[in-house]
Each structure stands twice: as C-alpha cells, then as structure tokens.
C-alpha cells in the first residue's frame, strides 16, 4: 500500500509539473502572438501618424498667403477664385490628416491594454483626439464652402463667412486638442511609451494651444487667420514624431512590449 502511495504521489506530481508546463508554453506562445500583432498594429500606427502629419503640412503649405479676412471681403474673394484647385486640396488633406491621426490614437489604446498603467488615460485622449480632428473636418468643410461659392461668383459676404468659420472652429478645437495631448502625454509616459523629452514637447504642445483661445484680434499675427494659430497646430506634429519614431522600436522586442503582452496573457488565462 506504501508503494502504491508513493507510485501515486510521483504520478500526481508529474502530471502537475506536466500541466504547468503546457501552461507556461501555452503562455509563451500567446506572448509571442501578442508582441507579432502589436508590432503589425505599431506598424500601421506609425504609418497613419506620419501619412496624417505629411497631409497636414502640405494642407497648411497650400494656403496662399495673402488669404486674409484683414484684407477685405473683394480682396479674398479673388484669392479664393484665384487658387480653387489648390485649397479644394488643403482641405481635403485636412479631413485625411484627421482621420488618419485619430487611427493613431486608437493604435496607441491597442498597445497599452485595459488595466495597464496609463489605458485609462490613453482611452481620454482618444476621446479628445475624435472630437479635436471632427472640428478640424468641420472647419474644412466651410473651407470647401467658401472656396465653393468664391468659385461660383456667389455673393462675397458669404465667402467671408465660410472663411472666417473655418478659422475660428479651428480655434475652437483647441480645447479638445489640450485634453488630447495632456491626457496622451501622461498616459503615454505612464506606460513607458514616451520618454521625457517627448513629454515635454506634448505640453509645450498643449501650452501653445491655449495661446490659439486668445488670437481674438481682427489683423495682425493673432488674428484667427494670422501666423500664430497657422503655426501653432505644427506644435502637434512635432510632438507627435516623438510617439510615433517609439511606438515601432517599444511595441516590439522591448521589456516593457513583454510586460504587456505577459499583463495580456495572464488577464486572459485567469
């Protein structure tokens, strides 16, 4: 009977050390699975970020100079009629720009699960960031309408009103865009995807923003279509090279990539 105990116990005791070590391979496994579909998914972030950033320069780059509420409503109504072509693209690469950097935040929640340090604030910043980049299309679209009716020899107030619309909803998304990148920065820093530099560059980013909410003046540089709210959203892009150039070389063969794909697995398996 005492060696059929001890038979017994041995048997129990290998089938356990067996279990564990399917356990443990089975958890590998997942790991790995994890890290390849969040390299694929830093990948395609990166991509977005960067493609939507471009979009957005070259948008701004397209904006004659000389497009200025200041310089009277005959004077912007030729410019607008002047370069159609050229501004039905800088808004339609602003509607790109949009959607495509709203695919990067929503890249960034992927990277960091649910309860991981920062996914809280990732997934506001997400928040912020659809509403940010949904003005942002709302303002292109009183571009197009302005452009439209300069195009369409419609009456010239008209045209100063979708222009000036354009700039202020701009302006306007700077509340968001502040809530957008406070949160990303925090949340990103939280979860070991923004290193200090970058940090602060995001809020340099969201101080510049709360500059744009004053721009009230009618002529000059801090007018709403001055160079100061034209220059200020650049901010974002910058700051946004930061997370982008780490999101590739972090989400994938980093110990805080394995960090998370091991926070996944064992969420999963529990």
């Known amino acids: 009977m005492e060696t059929y105990s001890l038979v017994s116990q041995k048997g129990s005791s290998g089938e356990a050390e067996e279990l564990a070590m399917g356990t443990c391979t089975g958890a590998a496994v997942q790991g790995g699975e994890r890290l390849a579909a969040d390299g694929a998914w ?31 409503e005959q004077h912007l109504d030729q410019v607008l009629r002047a ?78 009103l979708g222009w000036r619309a354009l700039w202020l909803t701009f302006q306007a998304s700077a509340v968001p865009t502040v809530l957008f990148t406070v949160t990303a920065v ?11 530099l970058v940090s602060a560059l995001g809020l340099l980013s969201a101080a510049a923003h709360l500059l744009v909410l004053f721009t009230l003046a009618q ?38 990539a394995y960090r998370r794909s091991l926070w996944v697995t064992r969420s999963s398996t529990q």
């Open 42 to 72: 830093a990948r395609w972030g990166v991509a977005a970020a960067v493609t939507g950033m471009l979009a957005w320069v070259v948008g701004v780059a397209l904006i004659p100079s000389d497009a200025k509420l200041e310089k009277g």
């Open 83 to 160: 370069h159609t072509g050229q501004l039905y693209a800088a808004a339609l690469l602003a509607v790109l720009s949009a959607v495509l950097l709203v695919a990067f935040a929503a890249v960034l929640t992927r990277l960091v699960p649910e309860g991981y340090p920062g996914w809280v604030l990732l997934r506001v910043s997400l928040a912020g960031c659809v509403i940010t980049q949904t003005m942002v299309a709302v303002g292109a679209c009183f571009a197009l309408a302005a452009v439209h009716a300069a195009a369409g020899s419609t009456a010239a107030g008209l045209v100063i």
């Open 186 to 196: 925090l949340g990103l820093r939280r979860a070991g995807l923004s290193p200090p």
């Open 219 to 256: 002529r000059g540089a801090f007018a709403p279509d001055g160079i100061i709210a034209a220059l200020v959203p650049l901010t974002t892009v910058i700051w946004m090279l930061g997370p982008s150039r780490h999101t590739a070389t972090i989400a994938v063969g980093s110990r805080q």
